[in-house]
């Protein structure tokens, strides 16, 4: 079955640390940028990072550039956000996501998260 | 920075509807437009403007290219009751509009 099981939800303090990690199954995870996007509770959704196929390309949000680092192992199907320096304004749930890319006929490059974890539920508090 | 308007809306089953999304720069057509049903997790509805995903209804159509763009329910359904959202992915930071609520009235 194609999909993704997050893992590594949690309580945490501010300024503390969590990682989250994301298995992938069911497709050739390496053929894949893979990406993080957050909801805050009662929000909307929020781009987090992504991660290209080697691991070697990584973009952040502003938000979060400097805190948080996105990684992967190919070896193992899985993607991991190591999150540190933890706010309250971080709090939300962390979906996992697959990012498919199309070539339209202009020879254009076009990307959209096709497949989504469940996600994790993150809270900051004291 | 995207806009979408309205944040939310009611319309009855049989409606067209139509949501609209602003860039604050060009974005050619690097734009996406997903649904999240309550208490579900997003799924893609469109991909460069107006390319229809596999398997979406085609009730579902978007339009639009530089900075303003559409998504359109050309016969609302009650199982499209749920959140609509745009999202640039011309360069990162990729961002999200803030969101439309779609209610049966």
């Known amino acids: 079955e194609v999909q993704l099981v997050q893992s590594g939800a949690g309580l945490v303090q501010p300024e503390g640390s969590l990682t989250l990690s994301c298995a992938a199954s069911?497709?050739?995870?390496?053929?894949?940028?893979m990406s993080w996007v957050r909801q805050a509770p009662g929000k909307g959704l929020q781009w987090v990072a992504n991660i290209g196929q080697d691991g070697s390309e990584k973009y952040y949000a502003d938000s979060v550039e400097g805190r948080f680092i996105i990684s992967r192992d190919n070896a193992k199907n899985s993607v991991s956000l190591q999150m540190t320096s933890l706010r309250a304004d971080d709090t939300a749930v962390y979906y996992c996501a697959r990012i498919s890319g199309h070539e339209s006929g202009d020879g254009s490059r076009h990307w959209f998260f096709d497949l989504w974890g469940r996600g994790t539920l993150v809270t900051v508090s004291s | 920075q995207m806009t979408q308007s309205p944040s939310s809306l009611s319309a009855s089953v049989g409606d067209r509807v139509t949501i609209t999304c602003r860039a604050s720069q060009v974005i050619r057509n690097y734009l996406a437009w997903y649904q999240q049903r309550p208490g579900k997790v997003p799924q893609v509805l469109i991909y460069?403007?107006?390319t229809l995903q596999s398997g979406v209804p085609a009730r579902f159509s978007g339009s639009g290219s530089g900075t303003d763009f559409s998504l359109t329910i050309s016969s609302l359904q009650p199982e499209d009751v749920a959140t609509y959202y745009c999202?640039?992915?011309?360069?990162?930071?990729?961002?999200f509009g803030q969101g439309t609520k779609v209610e049966i009235k």
């Open positions: 999202q640039d992915y011309h360069t990162a930071p990729w961002t």
């Open positions: 069911g497709f050739t995870f390496s053929n894949y940028w």
């Open positions: 460069a403007a107006s």
